[in-house]
């Protein structure tokens, strides 16, 4: 079966999509051939040749199609995603550039694949603008993002859509989605996340967190609701595509789930680094996962007692939030 897939990428961000290819051609079915689409801007021309030499087959075909960033001068920057640039937004441009494809699944760089792609790729959408999963960090949006968030219920992560072209050309969808984000500039936070749950609503596809298990979960799984803990529970098991949201990412920090990365990273083409100088960077970010989360929570016990912060120039002590004073000069 041919599964088309897009993504978006420019040359920093190249290596990541290497690794998330190898994902998804060493877990494909036999009878799978992929037509992959990059957005791309500002990729080297040797960048592009070796990954076409690497991936480019009888059942994998590579198209690059450039876009510049002009095309984004008037939207917003992503302003809780400082490792999302604006390129970001040119999933939305999707059904005007490939107008020969009807159905198209999109992935971010930071995803890891672990399974074939044709069950999400046949899931019918008609009457639907795309499919996607939930997105876990709604409930902590809405708690500290203001109340612009409350309004989705429910509210999608667009790291992983499976997305019906011929639909937005019918309905000429591109303008209104480029309305509301130049409208929302106060209210958006996410760019074209926002967008897509604010012109989509109620024609939105629900799939399961198998197809995007977002390890920021973790960090907040106590906010969330106990049928989507459970839910996550489940899928933690056997997740079929795995996306390391938010900023904290395999290869600067500790995330969970960081194995899949580590697995699929020894595969990249792209890689710079011995696999052993990558399991102890890996080490490294898990000790200082470690040590953060025990000060923490320490620091959450003393809370009560004995507090420290930054006051003027000085650290104030706060004893049993009666006596405070300044112990050390830091300017």
Known sequence: MKINICFSTDNNYIH????TLCSILSNADRTDTFD???LENDVSESNKNKLLKEFNSSTCRINFVNISTNLFNDFPDYKFCPHITKMGYSRLLIADLLKDVDKIIYLDCDTIVLSSLK???ETNLDGYYI???EDTGQIFNSKFYGRFYKQFNPYVNSGVLLINLEYWRKNNILPELTDSIKQNKGNFMFGDQDAINFVFKGKIKIIDFFYNFQTCAFNIKHLLPSDIRLALKNTQKTPKIIHYSTNNKPWNSYTYLNKYYLKYERL???RTESFFKLKFKSFKYFV???IFKVSSFCRHLLSPILDCRKKDEYIQITIFKAVKFNLLKYK
Request: charge should be neutral.
């Open 288 to 290: 200082y996962h470690v």
């Open 119 to 121: 069950e999400l790729f």
């Open 268 to 270: 990249n083409p792209f």
């Open 131 to 133: 499919a996607a999963a």
């Open 36 to 38: 992959i689409f990059v």
């Open 16 to 19: 990541h999509l290497a690794r």
